[in-house]
C-alpha cells in the first residue's frame, strides 16, 4: 500500500484554515456595516432626493432592522452606525418600551439625520440620548415623487422610516433610546 504524503507546507495551510473559520467570517460590525450600506440604497433608491438630502446632512444614523412587537406590553429593538461625511463614527443601538392598547409585530428601517452640527454634537456626546427628552426627531412625511431634499424641515433631526414589513399599530419615536454600542 502507498502512503500519500502532503508537503509540509500545504498541511500546515489546511490545518490554519481548518481551525480559523473566523478569517472567512464577517465580524458584528462588518455585518452591520454591509446591512446599513444596503439600507442606505434602499432609501436613496425608493425616495427623490435622498442621496443629496443626506450628503447635505451633518450626519446621520442608520439602523436598517428595526423590530417592534407587543401585545398591551411591547418594545423595540435595533441597531445601526453613525456616518459623518459618508464614514462610520461610531454604533449604536435604539430601544423602547411601551404599554397601552398595542398588537401585533414589525420590521423597519430608519434613517435619522441631523440637519445641524449642534444637534449632531449634542447627540455624540450624550451617554444615552432619548428622544422626547434629550431632543426632538420629528418624522418625515412625503411623499415617493417629492424630491426630499427640497422639503424645509423645521426641526434640526429628521427621522425616516422606511421599508415596513408586518403589521403594528402606532408610530412614536418618543421614549426610543439611543445607545453607543460595540457590535458583538
Known amino acids: 500500500m502507498k502512503q500519500l504524503r502532503l508537503p509540509s ?7 490554519v484554515f481548518a481551525f480559523s473559520s ?4 464577517d465580524t458584528a460590525a462588518q455585518k452591520l456595516e454591509k446591512n446599513s ?24 444614523l442608520v439602523f436598517p432592522e428595526i423590530t ?29 418600551a411601551s404599554f397601552g392598547f398595542q ?5 423597519h428601517s430608519m434613517i435619522i439625520a441631523f440637519l445641524s452640527e449642534a444637534s449632531l454634537k449634542n447627540f455624540i456626546a450624550s451617554n444615552g440620548w432619548e428622544a422626547g427628552v ?12 417629492k424630491d426630499i431634499s427640497s422639503i424645509s424641515y423645521e426641526k ?3 427621522a ?22 460595540i457590535p458583538q
Not at 77 to 86: D, K, S, T
Open 134 to 145: 434629550d431632543g426632538t426627531i420629528a418624522i418625515a412625511d412625503w411623499g415617493k415623487s
Open 103 to 107: 398588537a401585533g409585530a414589525q420590521q
Open 9 to 15: 507546507s500545504l498541511l500546515a495551510m489546511i490545518l
Open 156 to 158: 434640526p433631526i429628521v
Open 68 to 96: 417592534k412587537a407587543g401585545f398591551m406590553l411591547g418594545g423595540s429593538y435595533g441597531e445601526g452606525v453613525l456616518r459623518v461625511n459618508g464614514q462610520t463614527q461610531h454604533y449604536y443601538s435604539v430601544t423602547s
Open 22 to 25: 473566523s478569517l472567512f467570517a
Open 37 to 60: 450600506d444596503k439600507a442606505v440604497a434602499k432609501f436613496v433608491k425608493q425616495f427623490k432626493g435622498a442621496e443629496k438630502f443626506i450628503n447635505n446632512a451633518s450626519g446621520y
Open 160 to 181: 425616516f422610516i422606511y421599508g415596513e414589513k408586518g403589521l403594528m399599530g402606532g408610530l412614536s419615536l418618543e421614549g426610543n433610546k439611543f445607545q453607543r454600542i
